[in-house]
């Protein structure tokens, strides 16, 4: 069983940007809104990302970097950061799925993950 002293939920909601899109070229914008939030019993600071984009080609791209949208958030117990970012896929069509590499104050180094979802243009799906 998980400590319950580091735990961190990951909630995402993803969105198709179609003014940004360009379907002709193979060019497909999403936007995701990102809610992290310490339900642990220690602040815990994020300092770095991976993420694994998958496209419908079954093309897979990982990002990894430092924090997120220029930030390392520290949270406090029941603290929750939110930000926006996006992804760029060349299918109208994708999945999203990572984790955040965590800190908490007492120096253990622990990850948060990132839920699998879905990027979708609408009516993408049938």
Do not use: C
Not at 38 to 55: C, E, F, K, Y
Not at 87 to 96: A, E, N, V, Y
């Amino acid at each position: 069983m998980p400590d319950n002293k580091y735990r961190i939920e990951v909630h995402p909601m993803p969105q198709f940007i179609p003014d940004q899109s360009d379907p002709e070229n193979d060019r497909y914008l999403f936007a995701y809104t990102i809610t992290i939030r310490n339900v642990g019993q220690v602040p815990a600071q994020l300092v770095s990302r991976h993420w694994i984009i998958t496209d419908a080609n079954n093309h897979v791209q990982e990002v990894r970097g430092l924090g997120v949208v220029g930030q390392q958030p520290l949270l406090q117990p029941g603290e929750s950061y939110q930000y926006t970012s996006g992804s760029s896929l060349t299918t109208p069509i994708g999945t999203m799925k990572g984790s955040y590499q965590m800190v908490a104050e007492d120096g253990t180094h622990f990850e948060a993950e990132i839920p699998e979802f879905v990027l979708a243009i609408p009516r993408a799906l049938h």
